[in-house]
């Protein structure tokens, strides 16, 4: 299925009145403040997320999955509908991978259908977190940092067989996220597991093309829950600095402790130059995946601060950064899910670019904190869907995603194509 563009041209025109008004206003009221309203619309349609391979199906919990209904079932589904969801935003314009899920087994022809719909390869990312059929060994006591050198053996040339299908593919680096770490007190030595985490990542990088970069991504438990192994940000930086000066931290925003000041992090990160990547979702708890925004927005807008910032004044030369939603949920239309998600990143992108950051500076040099306070929180309570709609309607996207979504019945044509009863490889 694909998204047809005149379809959406007529739907954005029969909205075209009501939205240039609201767009008018905000742009005057920007110039008004000294903000082109203009370059933040055309920095928004530049901006590109990647979407993952295994949030286009319904998710689940431990406790049960329940069907959408014209789930992707094989990687060109998945092509097809990250596809589907760049023709509606103009802002998802690359998929990352997880192997073994998405082994293409013909490289060159995903490789065309890709570049057919727009899309690019973003990360590509491993998987130790679970025995695969007829594997040798184990990862039940941990894949990189495991005791028995012939897990971890097989854990490398795994993530080795990734970077080399991702080349074919043209992507340009690995994620590693790691499951390993332990349950109970005494169950694992400390030391030992960081010391051959660190030589296995070191074993990897070594195998990775000069232009590749590694993305190192942490989380303080889950699946395990006394130790993991690398459980923050600072054991990821520490690994990223032992591999080289092609490896990054990855911060995914659900993989905290409740109350964790992640603008921070984002800034001492970039301060070194080592944010290489980022796994939007949104949490109340823990790793819960929820849709960007729907939680803590003002959270998401000051994270985008600091981005901006760093952006801004990039002496430590951070690379720019892999986008990447990691959010997926089995209450809504996935492919809804990621729209609104979407939005929600652009939305707080849009809001952090409206903070004046000359005026910021003065404010904190003179030690003005309510006027900082108000700069920032004029910008977070700032409107700028407008800003949005237009930044998609340049990229010939829908200026409403997710009605001209519903109105084009895009799920049906799904459901028709490939059945109610099917169900996306992955989690
Ligand atoms: C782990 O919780 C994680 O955030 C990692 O990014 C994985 O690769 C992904 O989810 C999918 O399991
Ligand atoms: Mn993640
Ligand atoms: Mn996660």
Redesign the pocket.
């Known amino acids: 299925m694909k998204i047809d563009k005149s379809r959406l041209e007529e739907l954005n025109q029969s909205k075209e009145w009501l939205h240039s008004g609201t767009l008018n206003g905000l742009l005057d009221n920007l110039a008004s403040q000294n903000i082109d309203g203009q370059a933040i619309i055309e920095q928004l349609s530049k901006f590109q997320v990647a979407i993952p391979s295994w949030a286009l199906g319904a998710g689940g919990t431990r406790f049960g999955r329940y069907n959408f209904g014209g789930e992707p079932s094989n990687l060109e589904q998945k092509i097809y509908d990250v596809g589907i969801i760049h023709s509606l935003t103009g802002s998802a314009g690359a998929i990352s991978l997880h192997i073994p899920w998405d082994i293409p087994s013909d490289a060159q022809a995903i490789k065309e259908l890709a570049s057919d719909l727009d899309i690019k390869f973003d990360a590509v990312n491993s998987n130790t977190f679970q025995d695969q059929k007829g594997q040798k060994h184990s990862y039940k006591f941990g894949s990189l940092c495991n005791e028995s050198s012939e897990s971890r053996n097989q854990a490398v040339a795994h993530n080795i067989e990734v970077i080399k299908i991702g080349e074919q593919l043209g992507s340009k680096s690995i994620t590693v996220w790691l499951a390993d770490g332990s349950s109970f007190p005494g169950q694992m030595n400390f030391r030992r597991a960081l010391d051959h985490t660190s030589d296995s990542l070191k074993r990897i990088y070594a195998e990775m093309p000069s232009d590749w970069s590694m993305f190192i991504e942490y ?1 303080p438990y889950e699946p395990h829950f006394y130790h993991t192994v690398i459980q923050d940000w600072g054991t990821s930086f520490m690994l990223a600095n032992e591999c080289g000066d092609r490896a990054y931290t990855l911060v ?1 925003l ?2 905290h402790l409740p109350n964790t000041n992640i603008e921070h992090i984002v800034s001492t990160l970039m301060y070194k130059g080592k944010l290489g990547g980022f ?1 939007f979702n949104d949490s109340k708890y823990g ?1 819960d ?1 929820l849709t960007v925004g729907s939680i803590k927005p003002y959270q998401l807008f000051l994270i985008f601060n600091e981005l901006v910032f760093g952006m801004l004044n990039n002496n430590a030369e951070n690379p720019d950064l892999s986008w990447m939603i ?1 959010a997926s949920h089995n209450l809504k239309d996935p492919l809804e899910d990621l729209m609104e998600s979407l939005d929600a990143i652009l939305i707080a992108y849009a809001q952090a670019l409206l903070v004046d950051q000359a005026l910021l500076k003065e404010a904190q040099q003179n030690h003005d904190v309510s006027y900082c306070q108000q700069i920032l929180q004029n910008a977070f309570r700032t409107d700028v869907r407008p800003l949005v709609r237009q930044a998609r309607i340049n990229n010939n996207a829908a200026s409403n995603p997710i009605e001209a979504y519903r109105k084009l019945k895009v799920r049906k044509t799904l459901i028709d194509e490939r059945g109610m009863d099917v169900t996306a490889t992955g989690l």
């Open positions: 989380k995914d659900g993989h796994h790793d995946d990691d």
